[in-house]
């Protein structure tokens, strides 16, 4: 006979698989299934083709949420279609110092993200197989436009990526005209290659290089004289330059002595200085000279007058003594005699 299970040892069993499933579900979930998740849109304009539900959301290069729905909207003002993309926060809270921490699911913190130019686009994912991600990133340059389709879901405005705007660029090129200038520039360049005058410009150019370079040649072998001589001829300056330069300073040495003296000039003949001082008070003693000469050769000055009488005197006393020195030589004894008169013939 086979032995009966025991019911207690299968219950056990089960509830042990039970429980390990279930921790094996919430660390594959990252305990992400007892946090708060908070869910913001975008709306994006044109295709969302490679976008999937569970495409990763980047936040500056680092994960932190996941796609959840992708829908097809209509904006009634602009009658556009748009692809609204809910995307759902993950309980990650961004790390900082010395202020309280900022949780990218909080709708107000959104919104002053956004206010600083948080923006989301979409981005490839792979190359081969052409997935797409969800990536925000700050561009204050580029102004949010909103669409409030759904006024109750946080709204997180988008910016087209860069093959989306050189499509835009390009929609608006005027490809038509475009083609017709390229048709005919090249008609204009294919007449002109044809023309016998441009099949002539090789020949040309080959005979104007030859001649270029027998030139070059025959002022190569002309030159060499040419140099020798400039050669001389900057030395010859260059003991000109020396000589100016040496004659310079010879002027600027006598320049600096004749300033020497033109100070010392200053300086004597400066109305302070001694010099002119001595010369101001001789100059005063000759005027006083002068005066008192003046007033001695004066007609009325007492000194002239003198002068006059001693000159009479001795005018008179000169007529004495010729009238003694006749009286003698024609009377020698007269000094012991006396005068005789003269007698009459």
Partial sequence: ?????????????????????????????????????????????????????????????????????????????????????????????VHTRGVEPIDLRDRATVRKLVERGLRGRLRTQSLLTGQLYVDLDFHPDKPPHYAALDPELSEIPTIRTTVEELTNKLEGFALDKFVADVASISSAINKLMSDPATQELPKRLNATLRQLESLANHLDAR????????????????KALEGAQTAMAKVETAMAKVETAADKVSNLASPDSKMVGNMSRASDELAQA?????????????????????LKEISRAANALRLLAETLEEQPDAIYRGKREKRAP
């Avoid at 660390?27 to 709306?43: D, I």
């Avoid at 969302?48 to 996941?66: D, M, N, Y």
């Fill in 1 to 93: 006979m086979s032995k009966q299970a025991n019911p207690t040892l299968i219950g056990a069993f089960v509830l042990g698989a039970i429980a390990l499933a279930v921790i094996t579900t919430l660390l594959l979930a990252g305990g992400t299934w007892f946090g708060k998740r908070q869910q913001h849109v975008l709306y994006f304009e044109g295709a969302a083709q490679g976008l999937q539900v569970g495409a990763p959301v980047v936040f500056l290069g680092v994960k932190v949420g996941t796609v959840k729905q992708i829908q097809l909207g209509h904006d009634e003002k602009t009658r556009r279609f748009l692809v609204p993309v809910t995307i759902e926060i993950e309980p990650q809270v």
């Fill in 223 to 238: 030159s060499k004289p040419i140099f020798k001589e400039a050669s001389q001829d900057l030395v010859a300056m260059r």
């Fill in 290 to 310: 002068a005066a008192s000469l003046r007033r001695l050769s004066a007609q009325d000055s007492p000194t002239v007058q003198n002068m006059n009488a001693t």
